[in-house]
């Protein structure tokens, strides 16, 4: 993946993540971009609350992850790092 297009891609789904954190926040949690692989999965830490809650799995697919990818369809998955 060219440079430009990483950077680009990496700004997107910070200003994303920032969307969703206010919801995690109220909760008690964060999120920490991690990392953008070369095939188009995200990498994200959740914190706080979020990082220990048993529902952390749904949080990061139905919520990050339905986020990220409808802003960014290039985007194949969120995981956890």
Same mark, same amino acid.
């Given at each position: 993946? #060219?440079?430009?297009?990483?950077?680009?891609?990496?700004?997107?789904? !910070?200003? +994303?993540? @920032?969307?969703?954190?206010?919801?995690?926040?109220?909760?008690?949690?964060?999120?920490?971009?991690? #990392?953008? +692989?070369?095939?188009?999965?995200?990498?994200?830490?959740?914190?706080?609350? $979020?990082?220990? $809650?048993?529902?952390?799995?749904?949080?990061?697919? !139905?919520?990050?992850?339905?986020?990220?990818?409808? #802003?960014?369809? @290039?985007?194949?998955?969120?995981?956890?790092?």
């Amino acid at each position: 993946m #060219e440079q430009l297009k990483r950077q680009d891609l990496e700004q997107r789904i !910070n200003a +994303t993540i @920032e969307k969703v954190r206010p919801y995690l926040v109220a909760d008690g949690g964060d999120i920490k971009f991690v #990392e953008l +692989t070369d095939d188009f999965i995200v990498k994200v830490r959740l914190l706080g609350a $979020c990082g220990a $809650c048993p529902f952390s799995l749904q949080t990061l697919k !139905n919520g990050v992850e339905q986020a990220v990818r409808k #802003e960014i369809p @290039e985007i194949k998955e969120v995981v956890s790092a």
